[in-house]
């Protein structure tokens, strides 16, 4: 048996250490941790910066899926201080279950367009990328496709390929074209693509370039930045012949422009270094971080006037982006997912 001495002696040698193991906490705030559904060798470059520049460590864990479960899952105390992803998708699925919390940031507002940052100040995108086409070099001429529209034009009948309709990217896509046209006019317009598709929808962005270098089809729809992994890709040297085989074509030059994603962050509610994470997150908006983003990852940066990458610049130069706000194409996912449904593009 204890006594009671015993025990008051037992509680001082006990407690201390756990009190200095209680503090630690406090002590490594000097850091932040990330959720990233972004691929952890994208940020890291930018990461290193920051903590070269402010000795703040930057952890991530990464996971293409299940990050926002894991985060709801993990409720209060979730080590999650920002989550990163490659979508608006996931970025309007995380603060509608009111996981995130705003930054009132005049760096962010100053550095970020509005269209691509949320007016109530929950999420932020970093960098954009443009849903493009890529149409065979051999089969389809210079100006034969020019819109998102021309997609849903017969001529282009058994010629298309393209990745699930459910995908995110394209329920983004999707969304754009109820904003603009309305519902009615999208499911015709949609009805019109799945019509022209030159088989099931499937495979990867870059699959899609892939079938048109094989013949499968004339035209794809994928994003921008896979242009540049693919022509500079050494490790696997027959996607640059996938990349050589398309002429890029930014659609709706004549009215819109082309439509714009972003990779995007946010503030998780239970954040336990915040203000470490909005260091990062203005560090991330900052012309530093823009450049570095611009030139590793071949997208566009959200900050006006970073200059794009070389490589881009060759091969995409200028061109005009839709300025429709992100967050319209978010609030028209939902939408676009059950005209997905409804006309069986998947199918
Ligand atoms: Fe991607």
Redesign the pocket.
Known sequence: MFSLKGIKQLSAATLLPMAAAIALPAQAAEEVNIYSARQAFLIKPMLKAFTEETGIKANVVFAKKGLIERIENEGQNTNADLFLT?DIGPVYDIVNKGLTQPVKSEVLVKNIPTQYRDPNNEWFGLTTRSRIIYASKERVKEGEIKSYEDLADPKWKGKICTRSGKHT?NLSLISSMIATHGEAEAEKWLQGVKANLARKPQGN?RAQVKAVKEGVCDIALG?S??FGKMITNAKKPEQIGWAQSVNLIFPNQADRGAHMNISGVVLTKHAKNKENAVKLMEFLASPLAQYMYAQENFEFPVRPGTPKSTLINKYMGEFKADDLSLATVAANRSKASKLVDKVGFDN
Do not use: C, S
Request: no cysteine; glycine share 0%; proline share 17%.
């Open positions: 490659p990217y962005d994003n930045y896979y």
